[in-house]
Every structure is written in C-alpha cells, then in structure tokens.
C-alpha cells in the first residue's frame, strides 16, 4: 500500500506538496478550501499549475480531497440542499482543476423520514452534480462513517443503496477509515473479523470500488458508534490490523492516509517542516509494511526486525461499551 496523510494548503495548495514530501508521503489528501465554510477562495491559475507540477515530480499518487463538513447531501431542508449541492460540485470542479482522483465525502446525515429515503436523496444530489459535469474524471469517494446520531454510510448497505440508485456509476468509489469501520461495529480487530468485515464489503459493494482508506486508530471501542481518531498503536484497534491491511494483496496498489492529531505550534509562519505527531504515525505505518514476513509483529510485542523497537500501543480489548485500553 502507498502510504501518506492528509497535509494542510495554508500557502497555497503546492504548500500541500512539499509538506507531503518531508514527510516521506507516497499518497497525499488535502482540502481544496476551508472545509468548514461554504465559499472558498477561487484556486489561483499559477498555484494549480504548480501542484501539478510538483505532484508530477515527487511521484505523489493518489492524491485526493476532502469535501467541506457543511455538506449534507442527504438533508430535506431546501435551502441547505441547494448551498449542498452548490458547494459539493465546487468541490469537484476544485479536483478536477487539481487532476486529483476523486473527492472524499461523508455521505450525509437524515433530517427527516427513513433512511431509505435519505439514501435515495443522496444518490439523487450526486446525480444533479454528474449531469451538472458530464466530463468531469474525478471521481465521487463515499466516505464510510462512524455512525453518530442519524449519519448515514455507517452500514455497507447503505452505499451500496447509494451506488444502485445511480445504477453503477463508474465514477463513485468508496473510501474506508479503519476507525469508522471498528467504531460502526465492525470488528476488524481480530483475522476472523477482519475477513468477515472485507467478505461482507465485497459481497454487498465490491473490492473493485475501494479506491483509497483513511488509517487512522480509534479512542472508542468496537460499536462505539464515535468517531475520535487515535494515533497508530495507540488506541483500541492495536498495530496488528493495521500490519494485516497494509500487507493484504488486494490493497497492494491502493493508499492509506492518516488523519490524526497533529503538533500545535510546530510550523511557523513561511516555514515548512515535520511534524513530530506525523513523523511517528507515518513511519509506524511504514515499519509495518515492510517489515519481513517471519517478524511476528503484535500488539503485545516487539519487532524483531528492527532492533526489538516496542511498536506496540494499548492493547486491543473488544468490550462494547468499555474503555479498550488495557
């Protein structure tokens, strides 16, 4: 798998680029514009020309985008669907300036009536934005959820209702967060859930559509239903998933991108530099990649190959409901 993060564009979304490249990121997220207010400044042509640039050089890929928090694809109230659907084709029209693989976005969350129908709402809002972009190759990443309050995407069902009401588009794929998944009640925690977890994936949307994952460890045990990332090893999925997900050959060309905590204060103003938070997620996520197949890397253990380097966290417990940190 190809590692990276997501990376801030304070300075221009080139700065993205560079901030991913001291990191060492074989993959790089951004956000085209402020993700928590609806207009974002229009891309400068002499920036866009630059990242493509220097994605061009580095070997960066995939790189993709995460949509503005405001959108709600699936909500009833016709004002805000109007701005939701405003703002998620400026989205795609941002990655696609960008040449960027497709934009990330949480499904939605229900304001009223059933699922089923807010599912249907979904899929009839990335519809509008289609037609709207008929030649438009970025894609659509639906983004699986934790499953607070009424959000939907939480269940595989659920997009796979969203990819069946537009019959199959070829320009929607999903994007999995390992702790949303263990959040939602999916334990992947432990090789029969892990399978179990990916069996049921394929069967109800199909390996063919996961086009990029979100690694990230989870706070909250398995069922939680809250999203509250975690570093790596540090939370209540434990290294060992993530060693099983990074050496899994169905995912060999595929990216996983780390959305955690970052270090307060660590660049000052023009500088680009590392973060120490990044650093050390990164290169976890890197060791268990490559490290050789005899090294028995467990949660409760050290790594052989590298020196007997503890790269162990809290152990994982599967308790609903309790504190998984032991």
Not at 51 to 59: L, S
Request: hydrophobic share 40%; net charge positive.
């Amino acid at each position: 798998m190809r590692i990276g993060a997501h990376m801030s564009v304070a300075g221009g979304v080139s700065k993205a680029v560079d901030r991913a490249v001291v990191h060492g990121c074989e993959a790089l997220q951004i956000f085209t514009k402020n993700a928590n207010q609806w207009r974002g400044k229009p891309l400068d042509r002499a920036e866009i020309a630059l990242f493509r640039q220097r994605i061009e050089q580095t070997g960066i890929t995939p790189v993709v985008s995460h949509a503005s928090y405001l959108i709600n694809l699936a909500t009833t109230f016709p004002v805000l669907r109007e701005q939701s659907i405003a703002a998620f084709i400026d989205e795609l029209d941002r990655a696609e300036a960008l040449g960027l693989l497709g934009v990330v976005i949480h499904p939605g969350t229900c304001t009223a009536g059933p699922d089923d129908e807010a599912l249907r709402l979904i899929a009839d809002a990335v519809r509008v934005a289609f037609i709207a972009r008929p030649r438009s190759r970025t894609m659509v990443l639906l983004e699986h959820t934790a499953g607070q309050g009424r959000t939907l995407g939480h269940r595989f069902e659920h997009l796979a209702a969203v990819i069946k009401h537009l019959r199959g588009s070829r320009r929607v794929g999903v994007c999995l967060d390992t702790c949303h998944l263990v959040a939602a009640g999916y334990d992947i925690t432990t090789e029969m859930g892990y399978r179990a977890t990916f069996e049921q994936f394929d069967r109800l949307v199909g390996l063919e559509r996961l086009k990029v994952f979100h690694g990230n460890d989870s706070k909250r045990p398995c069922g939680s239903r809250v999203d509250r990332h975690e570093h790596i090893g540090a939370g209540c999925i434990g290294l060992q998933p993530f060693r099983r997900l990074l050496t899994d050959p169905r995912f060999a060309g595929l990216a996983i991108l780390i959305e955690t905590e970052k270090t307060h204060g660590v660049e000052k103003r023009g500088a680009i530099v590392a973060d120490p938070l990044d650093v050390k997620n990164l290169e976890t996520l890197r060791r268990l990649r490559d490290a050789k197949p005899r090294a028995d890397i467990s949660d409760g253990g050290a790594d052989p190959s590298h020196g007997g380097a503890d790269l162990s966290g809290p152990r994982s417990i599967k308790v609903r409901g309790r504190s998984c940190s032991a």
